[in-house]
């Protein structure tokens, strides 16, 4: 059983940047791509990006790409989600997922996928 944990998220201003931080605290990141998800209140659950087994390949929701960017470091077991030039709507609860594959270039963003699932971590973009 995977355990995942996210960190990272707190209160940024508009135009401000946070590095969300999904760390695999029981079991290895090796075998499993990784998904961010987030979701505001009173809105349906949305995937955001994804990053493949070996890192080569990665998918971003429209709303975030060219903003958002998914990294992985499997010696450290963590993934990252650099979140540049942020929005009032990006608030939310950010999540992270698991799916273990042997495929290691390809992910989805459709979150029935994920086997695994972190607690999530709030990001309030406010002045």
């Known amino acids: 059983q995977l355990q995942l944990v996210e960190s990272g998220g707190g209160l940024v201003q508009p135009g401000g940047s946070l590095r969300l931080s999904c760390t695999v605290a029981?079991?290895?990141?090796?075998?499993?791509?990784i998904g961010w998800f987030r979701q505001a209140p009173g809105k349906e659950r949305e995937g955001v990006s994804c990053?493949?087994?070996?890192?080569?390949?990665?998918m971003y929701a429209d709303s975030v790409r060219d903003r958002f960017t998914i990294s992985r470091d499997d010696a450290k077991n963590t993934v990252y989600l650099q979140m540049n030039s942020l929005k009032s709507e990006d608030t939310a609860v950010y999540s992270c997922?698991?799916?273990?594959?042997?495929?290691?270039?390809?992910?989805?963003?459709?979150?029935?996928?994920?086997?695994?699932w972190g607690q999530g971590t709030q990001v309030t973009v406010s002045s």
């Open positions: 029981r079991g290895t990141l090796h075998w499993n791509y």
């Open positions: 997922a698991a799916h273990p594959t042997l495929t290691q270039t390809l992910c989805h963003i459709t979150a029935p996928d994920f086997n695994f």
């Open positions: 990053i493949s087994r070996n890192g080569g390949s990665a």
